[in-house]
């Protein structure tokens, strides 16, 4: 299933995206749901088709954590080596954004950067202390993510809070998808002038993780309690990029759909 959270003329509503998945938005309509995604659904009977309502970051969550150099080729585009345990750091809930909300570029950094990832949203039992099982057990579902980072300060700072935490820099979207087989998924970042004519930036997949997802979830929850609808943002392939004002930034994840941003300059 698909969930997303939307804003209609009655209001701000969770609901489930129905329709074919390769249809884009077209054609795709959301039923509203009187519960949250990660609890029992009950439909209200109320629909609307998808484009006219307007999607939100598609989950709310008390902390983001990403893992730096998840990657290999990205940890060798920096010229780092892939560590022996995951890298974790923090993401503030200010950061997170949703769909076609703008990336606003702070006037503190010179060099802004993508970053296109696979999220994991944990579900309703949250996760501490738990094992590979119980890591796959307490996923909710998956989402695209996008790791803005201000690289001349993640390479100034000694540790990445500044870099990674800025208003802004964790759009997240268009929606939940639950049931799905992240061991090998296409992930991609397309960026450009021109929405319709967008350029490949980021190209990999998910089967090339250093550390795998219930790896990942695992790691985390014996360092932070993991709460429903917390987000984990599993690194991202190599092709990262500067990104500037005007810019749109499309991150898409096979079997999820595609997240696209707007760039601009914070007045």
């Given at each position: 299933?698909?969930?997303?959270?939307?804003?209609?003329?009655?209001?701000?509503?969770?609901?489930?995206?129905?329709?074919?998945?390769?249809?884009?938005?077209?054609?795709?309509?959301?039923?509203?749901?009187?519960?949250?995604?990660?609890?029992?659904?009950?439909?209200?009977?109320?629909?609307?088709?998808?484009?006219?309502?307007?999607?939100?970051?598609?989950?709310?969550?008390?902390?983001?954590?990403?893992?730096?150099?998840?990657?290999?080729?990205?940890?060798?585009?920096?010229?780092?080596?892939?560590?022996?345990?995951?890298?974790?750091?923090?993401?503030?809930?200010?950061?997170?954004?949703?769909?076609?909300?703008?990336?606003?570029?702070?006037?503190?950094?010179?060099?802004?950067?993508?970053?296109?990832?696979?999220?994991?949203?944990?579900?309703?039992?949250?996760?501490?202390?738990?094992?590979?099982?119980?890591?796959?057990?307490?996923?909710?579902?998956?989402?695209?993510?996008?790791?803005?980072?201000?690289?001349?300060?993640?390479?100034?700072?000694?540790?990445?809070?500044?870099?990674?935490?800025?208003?802004?820099?964790?759009?997240?979207?268009?929606?939940?998808?639950?049931?799905?087989?992240?061991?090998?998924?296409?992930?991609?970042?397309?960026?450009?002038?021109?929405?319709?004519?967008?350029?490949?930036?980021?190209?990999?997949?998910?089967?090339?993780?250093?550390?795998?997802?219930?790896?990942?979830?695992?790691?985390?929850?014996?360092?932070?309690?993991?709460?429903?609808?917390?987000?984990?943002?599993?690194?991202?392939?190599?092709?990262?990029?500067?990104?500037?004002?005007?810019?749109t930034v499309s991150v898409t994840v096979q079997?999820?759909?595609?997240?696209?941003?707007?760039?601009?300059?914070?007045?």
């Amino acid at each position: 299933m698909r969930f997303a959270r939307f804003v209609h003329a009655g209001g701000v509503s969770f609901g489930v995206v129905e329709g074919e998945a390769g249809a884009g938005t077209s054609g795709l309509t959301v039923a509203e749901i009187s519960s949250l995604p990660f609890e029992e659904v009950r439909f209200t009977g109320q629909r609307w088709a998808l484009a006219d309502v307007r999607l939100l970051a598609p989950i709310f969550s008390s902390k983001v954590i990403g893992v730096g150099r998840n990657y290999a080729e990205h940890a060798a585009e920096h010229g780092n080596e892939v560590p022996k345990e995951p890298l974790i750091f923090i993401k503030p809930s200010t950061s997170v954004i949703g769909p076609n909300d703008a990336i606003r570029l702070p006037s503190q950094s010179k060099q802004v950067e993508h970053e296109a990832e696979l999220a994991v949203v944990i579900g309703a039992t949250g996760a501490r202390r738990v094992d590979r099982a119980g890591a796959e057990r307490a996923i909710f579902g998956y989402t695209c993510g996008n790791d803005v980072t201000a690289r001349d300060l993640q390479r100034s700072d000694p540790q990445w809070t500044r870099a990674k935490g800025f208003d802004s820099f964790c759009p997240i979207g268009p929606w939940i998808v639950t049931g799905l087989d992240v061991r090998d998924l296409e992930i991609r970042c397309e960026v450009g002038r021109d929405p319709e004519q967008l350029e490949m930036r980021q190209l990999g997949r998910t089967k090339d993780m250093v550390f795998d997802v219930p790896t990942l979830v695992s790691y985390v929850s014996h360092v932070m309690t993991l709460l429903p609808g917390d987000v984990i943002l599993t690194g991202t392939p190599a092709g990262v990029s500067e990104i500037v004002a005007g810019d749109t930034v499309s991150v898409t994840v096979q079997g999820i759909g595609t997240l696209s941003n707007p760039v601009v300059t914070l007045d």
